[in-house]
């Protein structure tokens, strides 16, 4: 058995957080020649890719090491990641991407995130008597996948602006492996697993009500379980077909026609049209000033604009001078997010079909106003429930040139639909079921929209270039956790390890729950916890390390020297390496 196998079994069998990326140097393989840093950063000059998952990890790590360059790493990355962890991402999800271009010094977006079937109308649910779409099976099925059009979309650009040397299936090599041959089920595929094996829930939670979910990611009806070998050839043979076909394959051959037909058996929504008419775009990243550095993220569709201004918020307050873990440090940030969220609930929307005043309100006067209303005595007042939102990866690479990515994919919920399009394994995303059947809704849905998105990669950038690459999965939790990390970075002068591991905490609410409160980790001391319950923050203490708070990482690039700090979560399965 490789070296790096046995690593991967050992760290399914005992638990990601018992054997943390972070905390030694190791080879992974002869191949890889991985090293770690032995302090709490691994480190690198000529390369780092950090993950939520230590196998994709390892496949983005080996294209840079065979000469490929951040993009082409950040493919092989988010390909293995759609084998690996089913649970949060799939070729049939959506993805969005933060594209540092060394040689031109400039910052692209890309927004591969799908649109809405000709058919998907607010009629067609309404004839059914549904209220709102529904969260799971064929009718959550509305949008076209759109993740492996950025895979593509990125790679013609890795071809055209940075003459990468690697073929495009060479990028496949690693995730078609391990859908083939196998790999050992992690501690978060199997905790999400068993999730959503739950017998009881025969509304939500029950993904065995689906045959071809249970076919493929349950063992004889029973959840998987850590260390279990997880093989699904039908999506070996479907990436087999990209990486010789292309990604046209997916939307207008073989893989789109059977996808097609099993919605059209099952009175789902999507057809031939819909993915053949699909295309990723490439768009402009927002940008605001934070502390003489500038943050950047993705315009609407997604919620980047919430996360540039909770930071555009906290510019107005001396963060440093509150100390970090402190009351008044969690109160501001949660206070900042909730005026962040007010102006996303009121505007974010597919920008083709409303208009959303961006410049506006990512004006400094406009940040100064949110600020003016935040008290430091007492928390704000209810708001509207914030929808709990689904699961996600991050994933960041940095090469030795200086190429960076910023990489979000998703399939919203933790498995989506539960639809697996028979004969092609492929599972497909719910985000449609995030639009609204009120007309009068901002997010309404109508045929060719996008839904608002949570995902949002996010880069720093220092004098023009890349600083902090970051980001984290958690949908609510996404602007929160970036603004923790930047300002534990920024402000407090931490390694990124350390900003990635520290307590965190999540405004919002839960499946089942009928109010926001406010998640504090255990780790939080009791006094600071009792001081936002004297504020009125709604709290609730939950475990150390839990995945509620998401699953988060960074690479800090030292302009001096060149060094590349990297940082995984603890509450993932990841991996951050260089070489």
Known sequence: MP?????????????????????GAFAVSPSYCATVSQSTNPLSTRGMVTSPNHLA????????????????AAIATAVTLAVVYPQMCTPGGDNFWLIYNAKTGELLGLNASG??????????????????????????????????????????????ALHTPMAWKELFASAIDYARDG????????????????????????????????????????????????????????????????????????????ITADLEKHGGLLGMEDFAAHRADWVTPLRVDYRGLTACNLPPNTQGMAS??????????DIKGMGEGSADYYHVLIEATKEAFLDRDLYLSDPDFVSIPVDELLSGAHGQKQAARIRMDRAAGPQAPLDPKGDTVWLGVVDKDGNAVSLIQSIYHDFGSGIVAEGTGVLLQNRGSFFSLDPAHVNCLMPQKRTMHTLNPAMLLKDGRPFLVYGTMGGEGQPQTQAAIVTRVVDFGMTPQEAVTAPRWLYGRTWGAASN?????????????????????????????????????????DENTGVLQGATDPRSDGFAAGY
Do not use: C
């Open 115 to 160: 649109r809405a079937g000709k058919k998907a109308t607010i009629d067609f649910y309404a004839s059914r008597g549904l209220k709102s779409i529904p969260s799971r099976g064929y009718l959550a099925v509305n949008t076209v996948p759109g993740a492996v059009s950025g895979w593509d979309e990125a790679y013609r650009f890795s071809r055209r």
């Open 3 to 23: 070296p790096f196998f046995k690593r991967a079994f050992l760290q399914a069998a005992l638990g990601a957080a018992l054997i943390l990326p972070a905390e």
């Open 57 to 72: 990890t390892q496949a983005g790590l080996d294209i840079l090491r065979r000469g490929g360059n951040a993009v082409d």
């Open 517 to 557: 409160d406010v998640k504090l980790e255990g780790r939080i001391p009791s006094g600071v916890v009792e001081e936002l319950a004297r504020r009125g923050h709604p709290v609730s203490v939950v475990e150390d390390f839990t995945d509620t708070m998401g699953h988060a990482g960074a690479i800090l690039i």
């Open 308 to 317: 540039l201004e909770i930071l555009n918020i906290l510019n107005n307050f």
């Open 183 to 258: 790999f050992p089920v992690s501690t978060s595929l199997a905790r999400w697993s068993a999730v959503n094996a739950d017998t009881k829930d025969t509304t939500f939670r029950n993904l065995q009500r689906f045959p071809e979910f249970s076919r493929v990611f349950l063992h004889d009806g029973a959840p998987l379980a850590v260390g279990d070998i997880l093989r699904q050839p039908d999506l070996a043979k479907t990436l087999e077909a990209i990486a010789e076909k292309g990604a046209k394959e997916f939307y207008e051959g073989d893989i789109a026609r059977k």
